[in-house]
C-alpha cells in the first residue's frame, strides 16, 4: 500500500511537470523537433534542467547500498543494439514527431478528456501487442 501511494504521488507530480513544461502540447513539441523550420527551442530548457537535476540526484543516490523502497537496486544491464531496439527507437522517434505525443505526456493528456491523447495511447497500446505478436513469429536476436 504504501509504494502504490508514493508511486501515485510521484505519478503526479511527474504529470504536473509534464504538463507546466508544455509537454502535453503536441505542436509545442513538433515545434522543438521542427529544426529547419519555424524551431521552437524553449523544450530544450526542460530537457537540459531534467538532465542536470538527474546526473546529481543518480550520484547521490546510487551510493546507497538499495533504494528506499525495495530491497535490491533494479538498473537495466543490457547494453546490446539489438533489431528490435532499432526498429522500436524509429517507430518510437516517427510517432513522437508525427502526433506530437511520447507516452508520459499522451497518458497526461487524457485528463483534459481531448480525443487526440485518447487515440495516441490506445494506438500505442495496439502497437505494443502488434510488437508482442511479431517478435513471438519473428524472433528478433536478443
Known amino acids: 500500500m504504501k509504494n502504490s ?15 507546466f513544461s508544455g509537454m502535453t502540447e503536441p505542436q509545442k513539441v513538433v515545434g522543438f523537433l521542427d529544426l529547419f523550420g519555424n524551431w521552437d527551442p524553449s523544450l530544450m530548457f526542460v530537457m537540459v534542467g531534467a ?8 550520484k547521490i543516490i ?17 547494453k546490446d543494439v539489438t533489431p528490435s531496439l532499432i526498429i522500436g527507437s524509429l ?25 487526440r491523447p485518447l487515440i495516441f495511447v490506445l494506438s500505442m497500446l495496439a502497437g505494443m501487442v502488434l510488437f508482442q ?10
Open 51 to 58: 538532465i542536470g537535476v538527474h546526473f546529481v540526484m543518480y
Open 133 to 142: 505478436l511479431v517478435d513471438k513469429k519473428v524472433k528478433f536476436k536478443k
Open 91 to 115: 517507430l518510437f522517434g516517427a510517432g513522437w514527431g508525427l502526433a506530437g505525443f511520447c507516452p508520459g505526456p499522451a497518458i497526461t493528456s487524457i485528463a483534459s478528456l481531448e480525443m
Open 5 to 19: 501511494l508514493l508511486a501515485f504521488v510521484v505519478g503526479f507530480l511527474f504529470a504536473l511537470g509534464l504538463g
Open 62 to 78: 546510487r551510493k546507497k547500498n538499495s533504494p528506499i523502497l525495495s530491497a535490491e537496486w533494479h538498473v537495466p544491464n543490457k
